[in-house]
């Protein structure tokens, strides 16, 4: 489910509910005039059996650990929530701090400075790449990155219909920077998917999706193969009421064949603490080694908020940090030090995104060039 829409003034909205008209899955050739000619040469000699085969090289997803640019989209909501988005564009304290590109339609420059000023951030750090937008939620409708040999191409998932200016960032990003960009027909929000380890990590909200549009789950798991060259492809559970029904709320990628995974007591929520343990173990079972870290209070199930919906940098970490519950945040924070193994912890305030169903993860990506 599409996050609610933060656009001029910030309210709460219905659900957009999914597409209805079927899709089926592209061929390989569908996607040929966008894959990168190396990677389409290799697909061709493999295919037309040529005296020479050539196997094509793997595909590999490339995570926020390998990015060199941050990403972030800035609306004019985004205005609205300066007292986030000021940080994150300042990137809070870090000494080390990767160039930031800021997607905008109609901020004035003067603005989007000031804010960083405010915030102790170096406005020449940022590069502001103008841009119309429906959205800040860029992770959703953001690209994913894969290499295939020496190339690089950027993987377009559809976005919803009704925010069809979110819907073509991947291919004006790819133009920015000069990388192909493959579409897939496949309904996948960018909330949805975590890779580490050659593991596709999902849930059954994107089988459902799939279903939607005359997808069986073999289609889904083969196009997320294919895609970013998984060997494996994980369905764990999705969170009773959160509405998002994303997988990056509970599950990180840390690096190395490792993952951190959310943590419910019975206490807490004894439904989604079995589902979180479930999840560990089917990642445990699929190769990967698991850490737990507890999850903020959820009483009434109002307010999902994780301290695993973070974005982990070469050198650093955007962690979030919730001032209407900080029970667990020490446990957490010591977890994660731990975890990301001398990484540098940015916190940053995240109460009003996780108002709108988001965090820290959902509103920024990573570029690996």
């Known amino acids: 489910m599409l996050r609610r829409v933060a656009v001029f003034v910030l309210a709460t909205c ?25 990677v389409a040469e290799a697909l061709e000699d493999s295919e037309t059996g040529s005296a020479e085969q050539v196997t094509p090289p793997r595909p590999r997803a490339l995570g926020d650990l390998r990015g060199r640019r941050l990403v972030v989209a800035w609306t004019p909501g985004a205005s609205d929530h300066a007292s986030v988005f000021g940080p994150l564009l300042a990137l809070g304290t870090l000494e080390a701090r ?65 925010r069809p200016e ?3 960032v991947p291919e004006r990003l790819g133009a920015r920077f000069g990388i192909a960009t493959r579409r897939t027909a496949m309904d996948i929000e960018g909330g949805h998917l975590v890779v580490e380890g ?40 999705a969170l009773e009421g959160e509405p998002t029904g994303h997988v990056d709320l509970y ?33 445990t079972e699929a190769g990967l080694r698991v850490t737990r870290v507890p999850m903020p209070s959820n009483a009434e199930r109002s307010l999902f908020r994780s301290y695993t919906n973070l974005v982990v ?3 650093a970490a955007l962690v979030p940090r919730y001032l209407e519950d900080r029970e667990h945040e020490e446990e957490a924070y010591a977890i994660l030090r731990e975890e990301l193994r001398g990484k540098t912890l940015q916190p940053l305030v995240a109460d009003e995104l996780m108002e709108l169903e988001g965090a820290l993860h959902c509103v920024a990506l990573t570029l690996p060039f």
């Not at 040999?149 to 559809?158: E, I, Q, S």
């Not at 929520?269 to 479930?278: E, V």
């Open 251 to 283: 599950v990180a990628a840390t690096g190395h064949g490792r993952v951190v995974v959310g943590r419910y007591t019975r206490e807490q929520d004894a439904t989604n603490a079995r589902r979180l343990d479930r999840a560990a173990r089917q990642l």
């Open 98 to 162: 990767p160039p930031l590109v800021l997607l905008a339609p109609d901020v004035a420059p003067s603005t989007v400075r000031a804010h960083i000023r405010e915030h102790g951030g170096d406005p020449t750090n940022v590069e502001l790449m103008p841009t119309p937008l429906d959205t800040f939620w860029i992770r959703d409708f953001g690209p994913q990155v894969v290499a295939v040999g020496g190339a690089h191409y950027l993987v377009d998932f559809p976005y919803d219909t009704e």
């Open 198 to 237: 050659g593991v596709c990590i999902t849930n059954d909200d994107v089988v459902r999706r799939g279903k939607l549009l005359g997808w069986t789950k073999v289609e889904v798991a083969a196009e997320l193969e294919g895609l970013f060259g998984c060997r494996s492809v994980v369905y764990v559970p």
């Open 166 to 168: 979110d819907d073509v």
């Open 313 to 315: 940098l070469p050198s």
């Open 14 to 38: 219905a659900p957009i509910p999914f597409a209805e008209a079927p899709a089926k899955l592209l061929p390989r050739d569908a996607h040929a005039a966008a894959v990168p000619p190396r």
